[in-house]
């Protein structure tokens, strides 16, 4: 019976969360304008109760479990009492002493009786300030309060000052007032979990610390990107049959970085499921403007010199990419074909999942593919077998360095960690053995692949994506799409199955692996519970509007 008395008492705390937080104020329209970073509860009841199920089925499967039951039954009596009802977390800048911008942190949540309670341990008796009907105090190096329903934390004296300020009637702007918040968040949606990021905002405030360092014009291009990328607010709302996404990305098109912005919101009509295999486990489908190629070039020719193994440079691949982007254009889509999942789930075998994964790209040149691609492949193969040269070299010589330290201090440490290395790079060597850069033509599609059993998979003749029932029924758009994503329901998975994922020397003593068969188990009913995924990017203007179904039972 005790078992069963925290969780009404936890199902009554949430129920009532639920019905205030419908009669109040958002948070938003009291914080302070100018947010860089916030994540954001709104009535969140339902999703902590769901997700703290979850993680009791976990627990329960384990000899953690009535112990654990316990611990996650007070949190979620925690979590409901307050982030439950509604609860936001920002990053804003605030000056520093030399006049630099600097990021601060600002929470606040509601609050109910058993908050209240937790709090009156951790805040002083008396209150050392107060702005207008609200208090805080100085803890532990943060400022933090509870009054009239509300709890709240800074690390800036001055930011929660100013937003007890708005508070108790001071007109000033707030974050759900100012104009790109509400942009974002009009288009995203209220979700029961979000987050909101300003990455505009973020380039002022890195502007301004590197111009503290003298270094503004060598990392000026990234900054340019992150201003480009303008704001971004997104979350997930959880349902019966699992829990939906939405997010919005208004991306500015007045940042220099304007080959991005054109990357960001390029759209196409997608025919690539016509070639797919409707075998596939996973597609994730992109618009991919014909600049990219030359864009992402541009960026690896920037971190060629940092790049340890000399594998960018050898491989020219910055500039292969960016003769591909001649004929290739405007949908890349990743595949992971049947028996991709159990192969991800090889622990013996780091890239076992490459046999199964192939990419599609639209050709809209074909002779210039077919005179561009086999120098494309053979660079990139010969730079693989140089990079196996390098990583042994380099293991030989910290394997070697580890060894004659061991045996001038007689370390069993030194040389257990020195025949571990011998064993990684061995391991390393063998997987880089079988890596080789591959393609084919299919249609007006190329697909490559760094296995040939992966190529060959997805050359074979049969049922396509575009005629399978499943996908049909999804209803997703391939007309003027930004991108789509789909993943039907996977084969269920055993224990068994996930034990690969463990290290030999655990999976191989009996002792041990039993230890974790359990957890197995439980881990397999959860990911079991997983039905497939659909989602879909379409374009707006300049805002990128996302929205996904997973189906989960729960």
């Known amino acids: 019976m005790t078992r069963f008395l925290p969780a009404l008492t936890v199902s009554a705390l949430l129920t009532a969360g639920a019905a205030h937080a419908q009669t109040v104020r958002p948070l938003a329209e009291g914080l302070p304008a100018g947010a860089l970073l916030t994540l954001e509860t709104h009535g969140a009841a339902p999703a902590f109760k769901r997700f703290f199920g979850v993680a009791d089925r976990l627990l329960s499967s384990t000899d953690l479990g009535e112990d654990g039951g316990s611990m996650l039954g007070v949190a979620q009596a925690v979590l409901g009492d307050s982030l439950g009802r509604e609860g936001i977390a920002g990053v804003f800048s605030v000056q520093g002493r030399k006049g630099a911008f600097e990021p601060a942190l600002l929470a606040v949540t509601r609050s109910g009786p058993l908050t209240d309670e937790l709090l009156g341990e951790l805040l002083p008796e008396k209150p050392g300030a107060r702005v207008g009907r609200y208090t805080f105090s100085r803890v532990d190096g943060m400022f933090a309060g509870a009054s009239n329903g509300l709890v709240y934390v800074s690390s800036d004296k001055a930011l929660l000052m100013a937003y007890l300020g708005r508070l108790s009637g001071k007109a000033a702007p707030t974050l759900a007032s100012s104009a790109p918040y509400a942009a974002a968040q009009r288009a995203a949606g209220t979700q029961e979990l979000g987050v909101y990021a300003n990455f505009s905002a973020a380039a002022k405030v890195i ?42 990305q208004v991306v500015n098109q007045a940042g220099k970085d304007r080959p991005l912005a054109r990357i960001l919101l390029d759209t196409t009509d997608f025919g690539v499921q016509n070639v797919i295999p409707a075998s596939a486990e996973a597609v994730q489908a992109a618009a991919c403007h014909p600049d990219t190629g030359a864009y992402l070039g541009r960026w690896l020719t920037r971190v060629d010199l940092l790049e340890p193994f000399g594998f960018l440079t050898d491989s020219q691949l910055a500039s292969h990419l960016e003769q591909a982007g001649r004929y290739l254009g405007h949908e890349c889509v990743q595949v992971t074909l049947a028996g991709g999942l159990k192969a991800g789930l090889n622990q013996e075998d780091p890239l076992a999942s490459l046999a199964t994964s192939v990419s ?195």
Not at 210 to 218: F, G, K, N, S, Y
Not at 219 to 247: E, H, I, N, R
Not at 368 to 382: F, G, K
């Open 360 to 554: 599609y790209q639209r050709v809209t040149d074909r002779a210039a593919a077919d005179a561009h691609l086999p120098e494309y492949a053979r660079s990139v193969n010969e730079a693989l077998d140089g990079l196996r040269g390098t990583v042994k070299s380099l293991a030989k010589s910290g394997m070697d360095a580890l060894m004659d330290d061991a045996m001038a201090d007689v370390d069993p440490r030194a040389l257990m960690l020195g025949a571990g290395m011998a064993g990684a790079s061995q391991g390393l060597d063998e997987s880089l053995k079988g890596l080789k850069m591959v393609y084919a033509f299919r249609g007006e599609y190329l697909i490559t692949a760094f296995s040939q059993e992966a190529l060959d998979a997805a050359l074979e003749g049969g049922p396509v994506l575009a005629d399978d029932a499943a996908f049909r029924a999804a209803g997703l758009s391939m007309q003027g799409s930004a991108g789509w994503s789909y993943q039907p329901n996977p084969a269920d998975l055993t224990a068994q199955d996930l034990a690969g994922m463990l290290p030999r020397e655990l999976s191989g003593d009996r002792a041990l692996s039993g230890m974790f068969a359990g957890a197995m188990t439980g881990a397999a009913d959860l990911i079991n519970r997983f039905d497939g995924t659909t989602s879909q990017r379409s374009v707006s203007g300049n805002v990128i509007i996302g929205k996904a179904s997973v189906r989960y039972r729960w």
């Open 207 to 248: 502007r301004s610390q590197l111009a503290q360092v003298m270094l503004p014009r060598l990392l000026s291009p990234v900054v340019d990107a992150l201003d480009t990328l303008g704001q971004f607010a997104g979350g997930l709302t959880t349902t019966a049959g699992g829990w939906t996404t939405a997010s919005a």
